[in-house]
């Protein structure tokens, strides 16, 4: 899994530049998505409105995210993608999800329903997922399936 692999180096890189000393110290997460093993989007957590998010919401009509102001790595991953001029077929990359703590250990990144549904509307439906004992995989199908 190359992928997963050069998602958590990436994570790790990315940590000290995604910690902010105002908010304290929260597990940070990340999504990263992938063409195969090709990066083509990431996202972080953020405390920073995001109306990217809401218009994903009106999209897909997803009412909980049309109020849904602040991304989660998920969602910010895929919102790029979605608002870029690019065509990319999102039903063929996998998304890797990964959350760390100050020690840079892993911990759980399983995406939550919001984030899943968003992810089963768009398409992608590989995705890998960060526990505390490694890396887990979920397939999601035409419905939500976990």
């Given at each position: 899994m190359i992928k997963v692999d050069r998602a958590i180096k990436t994570a790790i890189q990315l940590f000290p530049m995604a910690y902010d000393s105002k908010v304290g110290y929260q597990p940070f997460h990340f999504a990263f998505i992938y063409l195969r093993n090709k990066l083509i989007s990431t996202g972080v957590n953020s405390y920073t409105e995001c109306p990217k998010i809401k218009k994903m919401g009106e999209i897909y009509n997803l009412p909980n995210q049309r109020k849904y102001k602040f991304p989660h790595a998920e969602t910010n991953a895929i919102s790029k993608i979605l608002f870029s001029n690019s065509n990319i077929e999102l039903s063929k990359m996998s998304i890797v999800c990964i959350r760390l703590n100050k020690k840079l250990e892993l911990q759980n990144s399983k995406p939550c329903s919001e984030?899943?549904?968003?992810?089963?509307?768009?398409?992608?439906?590989?995705?890998?997922?960060?526990?505390k004992k490694g890396v887990k995989e979920l397939i999601?199908?035409?419905?939500?399936?976990?």
């Open positions: 984030c899943l549904t968003i992810i089963n509307s768009v398409g992608i439906n590989k995705i890998y997922y960060s526990s999601i199908r035409s419905n939500l399936s976990t």
